[in-house]
């Protein structure tokens, strides 16, 4: 079955990514949970195609998602196979290295060994010619940053990826590669991926600032805290399949989870105001800062996507909104 919508880029909103001409969706796909081997085909498939036909056209992959690693990969190459292929230069297709992927010294890191292999098994995989952005996926201190630089611009130079980015680096760690970059006029970062959403706001003073000082677009993953900023926790108890269902029933403290949750049950009074639910208003004030180029969203079910794609009709905070979610989650 091949998406057919015509009217799939009437409700979605487009964003610069940095300095460059790229354009991504404000709501992307990641198939960093749900791609995996033991969830059916045909959801993961009707998931991918529905999202596709709201207008989001990046979809986020890495080289160790599955499980087990590299499934996630092969999944999306099935669906491409499966009629999404025929939209291949419509789409933002991302994927990553550095987190370990196979046995042995060279499975991880930032080595030019592990970020040119790795990017081969992931074309295999998902049986594209190139990646639109392809990410170091962490920090990695035992190689040069220079020695990593140099390997994503050689992604480029071979044509196997149209953009480069970094995902969960420090802001130290992105101003060094940055500056390296800058020296030797290699390929420069156009995108910057990170953890951020209300209960995790320290970019909003560290990484956003600097991405947006060296021209790259921030990429917001995790926006949902794992679901804790979705209805999930908003019971007496957490909803049927929440992850942190099981870490609180093991913990010996569950104070700070408790905590966490409380600040979700006050920030969605603030939602239902606002005519939206907890994860809708999650999503737009991630998407509130000007250089977070796209929220990344994971999702388990079509109707995830279609809640999500909901954000778009009511984005704007008013300052006294603003004021409220910060007394609460500051």
């Not at 606002?274 to 994860?279: C, E, N, V």
């Not at 977070?292 to 009511?314: D, P």
Request: hydrophobic share 40%; net charge neutral; proline share 5%.
């Amino acid at each position: 079955m091949t998406p057919v919508l015509s009217s799939r880029y009437d409700g979605m909103r487009y964003r610069a990514c940095g300095h460059s001409g790229l354009k991504l969706p404000l709501i992307s796909l990641g198939l960093w949970q749900n791609f995996g081997t033991g969830r059916p085909y045909e959801t993961q498939r009707a998931i991918v195609h529905r999202a596709f036909d709201l207008g989001i056209t990046h979809f986020d992959l890495a080289n160790n998602y599955g499980p087990p690693i590299g499934e996630a990969e092969r999944t999306f190459g099935k669906i491409l196979q499966d009629g999404l292929g025929a939209h291949r230069d419509e789409l933002v297709i991302s994927t990553k290295a550095g987190y370990r992927a196979w046995p042995g010294p060279y499975g991880d890191g930032g080595s030019r060994k592990n970020i040119i292999t790795s990017c081969e098994h992931s074309l295999r995989r998902t049986g594209l010619d190139y990646f639109d952005i392809f990410y170091h996926h962490r920090m990695d201190t035992d190689t040069p940053v220079a020695e990593t630089a140099a390997a994503l611009d050689q992604l480029v130079r071979q044509g196997k990826a149209l953009y480069i980015g970094v995902s969960s680096h420090s802001p130290a760690h992105f101003v060094s590669a940055s500056r390296v970059i800058e020296a030797a006029g290699l390929t420069q970062f156009t995108s910057f991926m990170s953890r951020y959403n209300l209960l995790e706001r320290q970019d909003d003073a560290e990484k956003w600032p600097i991405a947006a000082a060296y021209g790259a677009g921030g990429v917001a993953f995790c926006p949902l805290a794992q679901g804790l900023l979705t209805h999930k926790y908003l019971g007496t108890s957490p909803a049927a399949g929440a992850r942190l269902a099981d870490e609180l029933s093991r913990a010996s403290d569950d104070a700070p989870i408790r905590k966490l949750i409380e600040r979700a049950r006050a920030l969605n009074e603030i939602a239902a105001l606002r005519g939206q639910t907890l994860a809708q208003m999650a999503l737009a004030w991630v998407l509130r800062s000007p250089v977070v180029s796209s929220a990344l969203i994971g999702a388990s079910s079509v109707a995830q996507v279609e809640e999500n794609i909901g954000t778009l009709n009511q984005l704007p905070f008013t300052p006294n909104e603003l004021a409220q979610i910060d007394a609460i989650t500051l």
